[in-house]
């Protein structure tokens, strides 16, 4: 397993892939490295990227409305993917 694991941080250190950390007792990893949201069944523990544009007034209102400079967020929805719900 080290081999995979050693594979792994290469991919990430190249920009290739990103941990994903969802609090979970496994690492997850994401091939979509560009910024997106996140839908997790909480059902079957599935994690769906959601093809929504990001929000990036998000940041600005953050930065606006406290004493921090807000650069980027993360956002994750939660709920019953289509195939829990049966519609799959």
């Given at each position: 397993m080290g081999t995979v694991y050693?594979?792994?941080?290469?991919?990430?250190?190249?920009g290739l892939i990103?941990?994903?950390?969802?609090?979970?007792?496994f690492d997850r990893f994401d091939?979509?490295?560009?910024p997106h949201y996140h839908f997790i069944c909480e059902r079957c523990g599935s994690i769906i990227d959601l093809e929504l544009p990001i929000d990036e007034s998000l940041n600005e209102r953050v930065s606006r409305a406290t004493p921090f400079a807000a650069h980027r967020?993360?956002?994750e929805f939660f709920g019953i993917c289509d195939r829990c719900q049966g519609r799959g």
């Open positions: 050693r594979n792994l941080h290469i991919l990430i250190a190249q990103k941990k994903i950390d969802f609090g979970s007792t091939a979509n490295v560009g967020h993360r956002i």
